[in-house]
């Protein structure tokens, strides 16, 4: 007889477009197989009504619905939270809900610049015992699945350099209107890199590579956007960044080449990484989810690139067949399966994982390295980054 999976009610903080995703993944979670742990969205929180009202509709586990974030907070049936709200407002509702007592799925950057994101981690000392991890779902693809399996074999041998980025233009229209991911007020200087980074970062920190310094090269591209009532207003962020890094991995140097991209003609949607080392090099895009490409070396052999279809394989089974193509709905549902067995069960995969806090004090290093780089023109070292 199979046992009852534990039950995790989750409030969620932020009913925008990842809100609605995860409502999704919790109405799909019958898709996973075999597991003892499911989530059950129970109450949440926005200060758009039309927003809830979709919840109310859809999501028939609410039983609480509020305009009023700290009411969730106060909810003692409420475990844990997923909060995806701009980033000017991570530090005061990811502090408040550590605070708590609950678990935390927050979103990307992990606070607004580097001294929010501190603030974030202060709190986590004195509540180590709240799960606190940050969404980034890529890397649950199965062909970066299967780049992280091969890093963690050691079958690329010396790195020789890796580039790795993310790139969408949907910010190409110059007369898209406005909104807060547009504005350094709520977004932060950072610009695309605190909405885009952290994916970027992912799979490199988790190897554990070392990055060294940063020289960035920032573009703001289109700099006034209308704000919806036909008035052309400042749009002060960075469109696009390209950060040339030095890093290492067992102390052996290689350049490493980081791209974020809001303006990137002819890529919707596309996060990629690509590796080339002495004995192994590979390369996985979303832009391709099917196929990854690799290349084995070794002397006196002949070099070729070798393509391969990715069969549906996930970190966690389901009940697709391998011949259908994994989408990014399905690396949504990998990445709460990930986070969720972690708060159930301890279980941490040696392949993929989400993003721990701690990952991303060492993304905001970076970016505020970055932003020196830029104003001062120069190189940056990460070790004069507190």
């Not at 199965?142 to 790795?164: C, D, H, L, N, T």
């Not at 190409?172 to 932060?188: D, E, F």
């Not at 192994?280 to 006196?300: D, L, R, V």
């Amino acid at each position: 007889m199979t046992a009852v999976a534990r039950t995790i009610r989750f409030g969620i903080i932020g009913a925008g477009l990842m809100g609605r995703e995860f409502a999704s993944v919790a109405a799909r979670w019958c898709h996973l197989l075999d597991l003892d742990f499911k989530p059950e969205i129970v109450a949440v929180c926005d200060s758009n009504p039309e927003a809830l009202d979709w919840f109310v509709r859809n999501v028939p586990t609410i039983r609480q619905v509020s305009a009023n974030y700290e009411e969730l907070l106060e909810n003692p049936d409420i475990e844990a939270i997923y909060c995806a709200v701009p980033h000017h407002l991570h530090e005061l509702l990811y502090r408040d809900i550590i605070r708590s007592g609950k678990h935390l799925l927050g979103e990307k950057p992990f606070g607004i610049d580097q001294e929010a994101n501190r603030g974030i981690l202060k709190e986590l000392e004195h509540h180590p015992q709240a799960v606190v991890r940050c969404a980034s779902e890529f890397p649950f693809f199965p062909g970066a699945y299967k780049m992280a399996q091969w890093v963690r074999e050691g079958r690329f041998g010396s790195i020789i350099e890796v580039e790795a980025g993310f790139l969408h233009s949907s910010d190409l229209n110059p007369l898209k209107p406005i909104n807060w991911k547009r504005r350094t007020a709520t977004n932060g200087e950072y610009g695309c890199m605190g909405d885009l980074g952290v994916h970027v970062l992912h799979l490199p920190l988790q190897f554990g590579w070392n990055i060294r310094n940063v020289r960035a090269l920032l573009s703001n591209i289109v700099k006034e956007r209308p704000d919806g009532h036909g008035v052309m207003v400042p749009c002060d962020t960075w469109d696009n960044a390209i950060l040339a890094c030095e890093a290492s991995a067992d102390g052996q140097p290689f350049p490493m080449v980081l791209s974020m991209k809001r303006i990137d003609p002819g890529h919707a949607n596309t996060w990629f990484i690509r590796v080339k080392g002495t004995q192994w090099s590979a390369e996985f895009s979303t832009q391709y989810p099917k196929q990854i490409k690799y290349m084995p070396y070794a002397p006196g052999h002949v070099m070729g690139w070798i393509y391969e279809d990715i069969p549906y394989a996930s970190a966690y089974p389901t009940v697709t067949g391998s011949i259908f193509e994994f989408g990014f709905s399905d690396s949504l549902l990998q990445m709460w399966a990930a986070y969720c067995d972690e708060l159930a069960n301890g279980r941490i995969s040696p392949v993929v994982r989400c993003v721990t806090p701690e990952q991303t004090a060492e993304a905001h290093r970076v970016f505020t390295a970055a932003l020196i780089s830029y104003r001062e023109g120069r190189t940056v070292e990460l070790g004069d980054i507190s």
